[in-house]
């Protein structure tokens, strides 16, 4: 005896599901950015100098390691300035300092 099908429900096409940020907090924004930018430019990262919330978005801002040299105190670091959507999407990134990793702040 040959088992009886039945036709699946099928959803509606206008049903939208409802989507959950996929960053929650600062640390989630933190990481999300990291991981579009080394991807974009191909530069490892380095770390976080700031993250901040940004109307339904975030700001962060990434330390790269753009040209390593010898002795390490000599390499060329980066700050890039990411903006993340509220999902954690790249909306946009710049390059806003570039300095050596031996130099202060001024």
């Known amino acids: 005896m040959a088992e009886e099908r ?18 929650r ?3 989630g924004a933190a990481h999300a ?3 579009s930018l080394e991807g974009l430019i191909g530069h ?6 700031a993250v901040g919330r940004e109307g ?6 990434v330390d790269v390691l753009e ?5 390490d ?3 060329l670091l980066a700050s890039y300035e990411v903006r993340l959507d509220e999902d954690g999407e790249l909306m946009e990134y710049r390059r806003v300092r570039r300095y050596r990793r031996g130099s202060a702040d001024e």
């Not at 339904?56 to 801002?61: L, R, T």
Request: with cysteine; proline share 14%.
């Open 6 to 23: 039945r036709p699946r429900p099928r959803k509606s096409s206008t049903t939208k599901a409802r989507r959950t940020p996929s960053v």
């Open 25 to 27: 907090g600062a640390e």
């Open 67 to 71: 040209l390593p040299r010898i002795p």
């Open 56 to 61: 339904d978005g975030w700001c962060v801002v």
């Open 44 to 49: 490892p990262t380095e770390g976080v100098s």
């Open 33 to 35: 950015a990291c991981r």
């Open 73 to 75: 105190t000599t390499s």
